[in-house]
């Protein structure tokens, strides 16, 4: 009997430690992201996942070395994010 694990199914593309999730979006908020998928392909034909550009969102707000721990609401984690509470759109 072989030890060796097979390869069918999706590559592995993930080069460190990860969990898998599960995370409720506002309908606004996964139409968004289909739209920047869609225009990432249009613009340089690559496809992107709605998971790999959520993934890439948060790494930014990790190397932006902003210090989010501040926020006590997700309006607030937004004005720390944006830089600046008086030019955030009304939701």
Do not use: C
């Not at 790494?59 to 609401?73: P, T, Y």
Request: glycine share 6%.
């Amino acid at each position: 009997m072989s030890t060796t694990k097979s390869n069918r199914g999706r590559p592995i593309v993930h080069t460190e430690p990860w969990a898998k999730i599960t995370v409720v979006l506002l309908d606004r908020h996964v139409a968004y992201l289909d739209r920047l998928a869609i225009d990432i392909r249009l613009k340089h034909g690559k496809a992107i996942s709605r998971a790999e550009l959520i993934r890439g969102l948060i790494e930014a707000a990790f190397q932006s070395g902003l210090d989010l721990s501040q926020a006590d609401s997700i309006d607030t984690l937004v004005d720390l994010l944006v830089g600046s509470q008086s030019k955030r759109k009304t939701r």
